[in-house]
């Protein structure tokens, strides 16, 4: 692993042009371009909090400000793990022409979504401060542990789906439906105290439960986040780069054969 991390690290030219490259390709177009990135999770947000505080009732103060903060660290999740998904295939050409580490691919697409949510705090802080919730700026620093943690999870789930999905095309249909159901379970639309005290065990081996937790309780409860959630959310992200790292390595000898 530390040989081909030095091998990415020589070729972070080829990352950052590849990066600036999708970012400015993805709605080169369009007429709003960039802003498309923002519009469609606030349309969630509003269509989402409505059903959930006026139909189905969250019981949940200001339930909006609690979405916000869930949702955009959600979609870099997600959006992460489909583009990532695809990443090798759709590069199919420069796979086999060039020589270069094949995970700088998934990776390039996780880091897109990072700098989207980046971009979005914009948004999000600007909301909670209009809307008086306010923000205690003591506990913005432990932003930075939780979105590596986001970063290390998303990035070892994408080295194995695009890997196999080199193979198995299908997946991709599969994973957007598991992503349907992943979110749904994932307290974004309640909180833990909503859920059953005999389903919470099963609840709590959901890892995002932890990663969106923890921006929960900085940016929406002003509170630091749970020692517990910070461990648990490392160590299971650090288990998933690894097994990633070594499913991603062991099919990826035959990436030039199967494009």
């Known amino acids: ?16 042009e590849l990066i600036h490259r999708e970012l400015r390709s993805k709605y080169k ?5 960039f802003l498309w990135t923002y519009i ?18 969250s019981g949940i103060e200001c339930f909006y400000l609690y979405l916000i903060v869930s ?24 796979v086999k022409k060039i020589f270069f580490p094949r995970q700088i691919l998934p990776m390039v ?11 979005s705090f914009i948004i999000i802080y600007g909301v909670l401060l209009v809307s008086g919730w306010g923000i205690d700026w003591r506990l913005q620093l432990y932003l930075l542990p939780v979105i590596l943690i986001e970063y290390l999870f998303t990035f070892g789930l994408s080295l194995i789906l695009s890997s196999i999905e080199v193979y198995f095309r299908d997946i991709e249909h599969i994973v957007s439906v598991i992503m349907m159901v992943w979110m749904y379970v994932t307290p974004m639309f309640y909180n833990l105290s909503f859920i059953p005290e005999e389903l ?23 509170v630091p986040p749970q020692a517990d959630y910070m461990v648990r959310g490392f160590l299971i992200s650090l288990c998933m780069l690894i097994i990633g790292w070594i499913v991603f390595g062991r099919l990826e000898k035959r990436f030039a054969e199967e494009l």
């Open 40 to 57: 469609n999770p606030l349309c969630q947000i509003v269509i989402y909090a409505f059903f959930f505080s006026t139909i189905f009732k």
């Open 109 to 119: 697409s996780v880091t897109v979504n990072l700098v989207n949510m980046l971009i």
């Open 1 to 16: 692993m530390y040989c081909i991390m030095k091998d990415i690290w020589s070729f972070r030219n080829m990352i950052i």
């Open 71 to 94: 949702m955009f660290p959600w979609n870099f999740f997600s959006g992460g793990t489909m583009q990532g998904l695809g990443a090798v295939r759709y590069q199919g050409d420069l």
């Open 29 to 33: 177009g369009s007429a709003l371009g």
């Open 200 to 222: 919470l065990p099963l609840f709590k081996c959901n890892p995002m439960l932890y990663v969106i937790s923890m921006y929960q309780q900085i940016l929406y409860y002003k």
